[in-house]
């Protein structure tokens, strides 16, 4: 039987413990996260956002060093999907 499959939007990645249950459930294969590039970057953004917001500019490198282990661990994970959704393809309006 294939597995589910959900979409997981930034909203839900924010969280520590979200993220947590998230990849645990993955890695159990309970089910098969995907995200796509938009996702990816606008967790990005929301993430430094709060960094900055709680940290202010000081320990910039302690946030790329948690960012970039947190993205290893997310990345081992979830399958990126580059499909564009219906009636935003190229060639069509």
Known sequence: ????????????????????HLVTAAYETLYRPVWSPWIIAELNQVMTWNWVRNKGLKEREQWSRLYKDMM????????????SPPGNRRGRN
């Not at 290893?72 to 499909?83: E, K, M, Y």
Request: hydrophobic share 45%; proline share 6%; net charge positive.
């Open 1 to 20: 039987m294939p597995l589910p499959v959900a979409v997981i939007d930034t909203s839900v990645l924010v969280s520590n413990a979200n993220r947590e």
């Open 72 to 83: 290893s661990l997310l990345t081992g994970h979830f399958r990126a999907s580059t499909r």
